[in-house]
C-alpha cells in the first residue's frame, strides 16, 4: 500500500471533497467518493486508479492553493497511483524501476540494441548486417525467423503476466471477489468506458488540459494511439499467419496487407505521440505529480523509438541500411517489452480493474456517471 503520509493526506482531501460535492459531474470518482462516508487505504487506492487525470475537478474547485485547505486531488491521487504500481507489479525488485524511470528505459532501450547488434554480427555475419540485402527474405538473413519470435513470445509472456499479477493484487487489495470477475455487465460497461475514454470528457465539454478550457484533443489523441497499437499487432498477427500458413517471407510488398497495416499504425502511433508531448509540454505544472510526468514521458519516448524506427525500416529496407535499422527497431521493441510493465502502460490493467469495480457497486447502488 502507499506511504502512510500520502494516505493520510488523500484521505484529508477526499473528505472535505465529499462533503462538497461541487464537482460530481465530472467523472466515475466523485459517484464512487459518495458511496462513501470514510476512506481507508483500500478505498483511496481504489479511487486513485479510477481518476483519468482529467483535471477539471481542480479548474472548477474553490479550495485549491493558496486556499488553506490546500485540495488538488489530481496530483495526490496521481501520487498514490504512481505507488500503486511499485507496490502491485511483481517482481517487487523490479518493480522500484517506476522511480528513476527515463534513465532507466534509456539504459534499457542502449542495452537492447546493442545486444541484438551485436548477436546479429556474431551470428550471421557482418556482411548479413552491413550489406546490401537479398532479394528475398532478407529480413531473416539478419536476424533469422526462430531468433525474432521466439524472444518476443518469451517478453510478452513476462509483461502479460507481470501486469495481470499486479492487477489482480490490486482487485483484491480493493476487496474485490473472483466471482465479480465474470460479471458480464459490469465488464461490458467498463470496457466501453475504456475504449471510449468516457472519463476524458470533463462531464461533456472536454478535459480540462492543458489548461483551464476545456477541449477534447487529449482524448482523440488518446484513442489515436490505442488505434495505431491495434493495426500494429493486427500487421504483427497478420505477417505471422503469412509466414506459418501461407510460407510467404517478410518483407512483404508495400501494398500487402501487414504493410500497410502497419505503416498506418506507425503512423497514428507517431502522430499521437508527437501530439500528447505537445500538450504535455504546455499543460499546466500545477495539478501534476511531478514523478509521473517523467514515467509519462519515458513511455511517450518509446513508443515514438518503436514507430519511427519501424517506419524508417520499411523506407529503407532496400538499401544498405536495412541490416542495422532492423537490429536497432528489434532492440527498441525489446526494450519496450521489457518496459512495459514498469511504464505508464501499467495504468492499462489498473484502470480498467478499477472501472469493472465502479461498474459493479453502481449497479448495486443503482447509481452511475
Same mark, same amino acid.
Given at each position: 500500500?502507499?506511504?502512510?503520509?500520502?494516505?493520510?493526506?488523500?484521505?484529508?482531501?477526499?473528505?472535505?471533497?465529499?462533503?462538497?460535492?461541487?464537482?460530481?459531474?465530472?467523472?466515475?470518482?466523485?459517484?464512487?467518493?459518495?458511496?462513501?462516508? !470514510?476512506?481507508?487505504?483500500?478505498?483511496?487506492?481504489?479511487?486513485?486508479?479510477?481518476?483519468?487525470?482529467?483535471?477539471?475537478?481542480?479548474?472548477?474547485?474553490?479550495?485549491?492553493?493558496?486556499?488553506?485547505? =490546500?485540495?488538488?486531488?489530481? =496530483?495526490?491521487?496521481?501520487?498514490?497511483?504512481?505507488?500503486?504500481?511499485?507496490?502491485?507489479?511483481?517482481? !517487487?525488485?523490479?518493480?522500484?524501476?517506476?522511480?528513476?524511470?527515463?534513465?532507466?528505459?534509456?539504459?534499457?532501450?542502449?542495452?537492447?540494441?546493442?545486444?541484438?547488434?551485436?548477436?546479429?554480427?556474431?551470428? =550471421?555475419?557482418?556482411?548479413?548486417?552491413?550489406?546490401?540485402?537479398?532479394?528475398?527474405?532478407?529480413?531473416?538473413?539478419?536476424?533469422?525467423?526462430?531468433?525474432?519470435?521466439?524472444?518476443?513470445?518469451?517478453?510478452?509472456?513476462?509483461?502479460?503476466?507481470?501486469?495481470?499479477?499486479?492487477?489482480?493484487?490490486?482487485?483484491?487489495?480493493?476487496?474485490?471477489?473472483?466471482?465479480?470477475?465474470?460479471?458480464?455487465?459490469?465488464?461490458?460497461?467498463?470496457?466501453?468506458?475504456?475504449?471510449?475514454?468516457?472519463?476524458?470528457?470533463?462531464?461533456?465539454?472536454?478535459?480540462?488540459?492543458?489548461?483551464?478550457?476545456?477541449?477534447?484533443?487529449?482524448?482523440?489523441?488518446?484513442?489515436?494511439?490505442?488505434?495505431?497499437?491495434?493495426?500494429?499487432?493486427?500487421?504483427?498477427?497478420?505477417?505471422?499467419?503469412?509466414?506459418?500458413?501461407?510460407?510467404?517471407?517478410?518483407?512483404?510488398?508495400?501494398?500487402?496487407?501487414?504493410?500497410?497495416?502497419?505503416?498506418?499504425?506507425?503512423?497514428?502511433?507517431?502522430?499521437?505521440?508527437?501530439?500528447?508531448?505537445?500538450?504535455?509540454?504546455?499543460?499546466?505544472?500545477?495539478?501534476?505529480?511531478?514523478?509521473?510526468?517523467?514515467?509519462?514521458?519515458?513511455?511517450?519516448?518509446?513508443?515514438?523509438?518503436?514507430?519511427?524506427?519501424?517506419?524508417?525500416?520499411?523506407?529503407?529496407?532496400?538499401?544498405?541500411?536495412?541490416?542495422?535499422?532492423?537490429?536497432?527497431?528489434?532492440?527498441?521493441?525489446?526494450?519496450?517489452?521489457?518496459?512495459?510493465?514498469?511504464?505508464?502502460?501499467?495504468?492499462?490493467?489498473?484502470?480498467?480493474?478499477?472501472?469493472?469495480?465502479?461498474?459493479?457497486?453502481?449497479?448495486? =447502488?443503482?447509481?452511475?456517471?
Amino acid at each position: 500500500m502507499p506511504s502512510p503520509e500520502l494516505i493520510q493526506e488523500a484521505e484529508r482531501q477526499l473528505t472535505i471533497c465529499n462533503a462538497c460535492r461541487y464537482c460530481e459531474g465530472y467523472c466515475a470518482v466523485f459517484p464512487a467518493m459518495e458511496l462513501r462516508r !470514510r476512506f481507508d487505504e483500500r478505498d483511496i487506492v481504489y479511487l486513485a486508479n479510477l481518476c483519468f487525470e482529467c483535471r477539471a475537478c481542480y479548474y472548477a474547485c474553490p479550495f485549491t492553493p493558496p486556499h488553506d485547505y =490546500q485540495l488538488n486531488i489530481p =496530483q495526490v491521487l496521481a501520487e498514490v497511483r504512481l505507488q500503486t504500481y511499485a507496490e502491485y507489479t511483481p517482481p !517487487r525488485v523490479l518493480s522500484r524501476l517506476f522511480r528513476g524511470n527515463g534513465r532507466l528505459v534509456a539504459f534499457a532501450v542502449a542495452a537492447c540494441v546493442l545486444l541484438v547488434l551485436l548477436a546479429a554480427v556474431a551470428v =550471421q555475419g557482418s556482411d548479413a548486417v552491413f550489406g546490401e540485402p537479398a532479394a528475398e527474405g532478407s529480413f531473416y538473413q539478419v536476424v533469422p525467423y526462430l531468433a525474432m519470435t521466439l524472444p518476443a513470445l518469451a517478453l510478452s509472456g513476462y509483461w502479460i503476466w507481470a501486469l495481470l499479477a499486479g492487477g489482480l493484487r490490486f482487485w483484491r487489495s480493493t476487496r474485490g471477489s473472483l466471482g465479480d470477475l465474470v460479471d458480464g455487465p459490469s465488464l461490458s460497461k467498463a470496457t466501453k468506458d475504456a475504449f471510449g475514454l468516457e472519463y476524458l470528457k470533463g462531464g461533456g465539454e472536454g478535459c480540462t488540459y492543458p489548461d483551464e478550457r476545456p477541449s477534447a484533443s487529449r482524448r482523440w489523441l488518446h484513442q489515436a494511439l490505442v488505434a495505431g497499437i491495434l493495426l500494429d499487432f493486427a500487421s504483427t498477427t497478420v505477417a505471422a499467419v503469412y509466414h506459418n500458413f501461407l510460407g510467404e517471407d517478410a518483407p512483404y510488398p508495400y501494398l500487402s496487407l501487414p504493410v500497410v497495416l502497419g505503416t498506418a499504425g506507425g503512423a497514428l502511433i507517431v502522430g499521437a505521440v508527437l501530439g500528447l508531448a505537445w500538450l504535455k509540454l504546455r499543460a499546466d505544472p500545477l495539478p501534476a505529480y511531478r514523478r509521473m510526468l517523467g514515467l509519462d514521458w519515458a513511455f511517450l519516448w518509446l513508443l515514438l523509438l518503436t514507430a519511427a524506427t519501424g517506419l524508417v525500416l520499411l523506407a529503407l529496407r532496400d538499401t544498405s541500411a536495412m541490416g542495422a535499422l532492423l537490429t536497432v527497431h528489434l532492440g527498441i521493441v525489446a526494450a519496450l517489452y521489457l518496459a512495459l510493465p514498469y511504464s505508464k502502460f501499467a495504468h492499462v490493467v489498473y484502470r480498467y480493474a478499477a472501472l469493472v469495480r465502479y461498474r459493479i457497486e453502481t449497479a448495486r =447502488q443503482g447509481r452511475a456517471v
